[in-house]
C-alpha cells in the first residue's frame, strides 16, 4: 500500500487549503473485505503526532479533533480529502494520510499501518 499527500502549501491566516491522499489499490472501498478505516494525523515540530480527522470505508466520519476541518473520500478515485478552513497558525504542521487495520474509527495511531510521507502546512501572515 502506498499513499502519497499533496494539497499542501503556505497560507495566510484565515485561508484554506485542501490536501489529498492517493492510495494505490483498491483499498478505499466500503465492502466488508477492504473497507477500512483512513484518518489524517498532524505533528508539529517538537510535538507528538495527533489525530485530526478519520472516516470509515462507508463514510461515516468523526472530525471532532478539529471542527473547522473536514474530512472525506471518494472510493472511486482511491483519494481520501481534508477540507482546512480558516487556518490559525496553530494548524502549522506536517499533516499525513493513514490506513487502519480496522474498519471501526479509531484515532490511536498504532491502529495504523499505512503512512504518507506527509504534506507540510505553513500558516503565517
Known amino acids: 500500500v502506498q499513499l502519497v499527500e499533496s494539497g499542501g502549501g503556505s497560507v495566510q491566516p484565515g485561508g484554506s487549503l485542501r490536501l489529498s491522499c492517493v492510495a494505490s489499490?483498491?483499498?478505499?472501498?466500503?465492502?466488508?473485505?477492504?473497507?477500512?478505516?483512513m484518518a489524517w494525523f498532524r505533528q508539529a515540530l517538537g510535538k507528538e503526532r495527533e489525530i485530526v480527522a478519520t472516516?470509515?470505508?462507508?463514510?461515516n466520519y468523526d472530525q471532532s479533533f478539529e471542527s473547522r476541518f473536514t474530512i472525506s473520500r471518494d472510493n472511486a478515485k482511491n483519494t481520501l480529502y481534508l477540507q482546512m478552513n480558516n487556518l490559525k497558525p496553530e494548524d502549522t504542521a506536517v499533516y499525513y494520510c493513514?490506513?487502519?487495520?480496522?474498519?471501526?474509527?479509531?484515532?490511536?495511531?498504532?491502529?495504523?499501518?499505512?503512512w504518507g510521507q506527509g504534506t507540510q502546512v505553513t500558516v503565517s501572515s
Open positions: 493513514a490506513l487502519s487495520t480496522q474498519m471501526a474509527l479509531t484515532a490511536d495511531p498504532y491502529d495504523y499501518d499505512a
Open positions: 489499490g483498491d483499498i478505499l472501498s466500503g465492502d466488508t473485505t477492504s473497507g477500512h478505516a
Open positions: 472516516i470509515t470505508g462507508i463514510g
